[in-house]
């Protein structure tokens, strides 16, 4: 099955990415027609935090509850899939890459690592795992990376991409990479914003 974007990873990075994506179908010609895939393999640091200071989101939130919600609103985005699967191997063939995972293979234009910072364990030619010395904690890693991007087309986002560990820090830097790849397909900076009626 062939994606525009296929973003691994379904934790804050990943959902900051996905859901910005999925929202500009709606609102621009240029992306009326465009389909996300996100693959997990469920193993989310919100699986194991409580939420007390990320600004406007219910405080004290368990993030497995919070991980719940993340998924409801992804449903209003129709154009955006969320299949829990492990990726194992990304390959560049020609223009397109192709992700294998343990239960399919799909292939996509543009690929977007969201895979925290625990480890990177997906087979995949020029990614360069280095240790994460922006985390106070030992054995932590990221994807070396300039604004985001490894390769063309294949983007890092959230703790991968070594920002602060942080929620806010890691659905934002999501975001920017959904703002970058729009702005790339419109060849104009975009960003989708809605007013109130
Ligand atoms: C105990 C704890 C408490 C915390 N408390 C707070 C807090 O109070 N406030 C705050 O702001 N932040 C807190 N955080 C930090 C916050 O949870 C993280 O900053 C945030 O979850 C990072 O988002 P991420 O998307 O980069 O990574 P993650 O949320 O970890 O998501 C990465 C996703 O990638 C998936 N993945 C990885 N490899 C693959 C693969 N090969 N195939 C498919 N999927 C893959 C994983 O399964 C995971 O779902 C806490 C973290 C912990 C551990």
Known sequence: ??????????????????????SANAKFDFAKDKKYLMLDDNKSDLNVGRYFNVAGIESGINGVDLLVKLKNQLKNFPSVELKVEKA??????GDE?????????????????????HKFDIECNGVKVLDNSFVPKPNLIYLENKNNLILPNLYVAGLASGV?????????????????????WAGKIVVVHDVKA
Do not use: Q, R
């Open 88 to 93: 194992i191997k990304i390959e560049k063939v």
């Open 1 to 22: 099955m062939k994606y525009d974007v296929v973003i691994i990873g379904a934790g804050a990075a990943g959902f900051g990415c996905a859901l910005h994506l999925g």
């Open 164 to 184: 602060p560990t942080m929620f806010a820090c890691a659905s934002g830097d999501g975001t920017k990479v959904a703002c970058d790849i729009l702005s790339n």
């Open 97 to 117: 890459f192709i992700i294998n995972s343990e239960n399919g293979s799909y292939s996509a234009n543009i690929v977007v690592l969201a895979t925290g910072l």
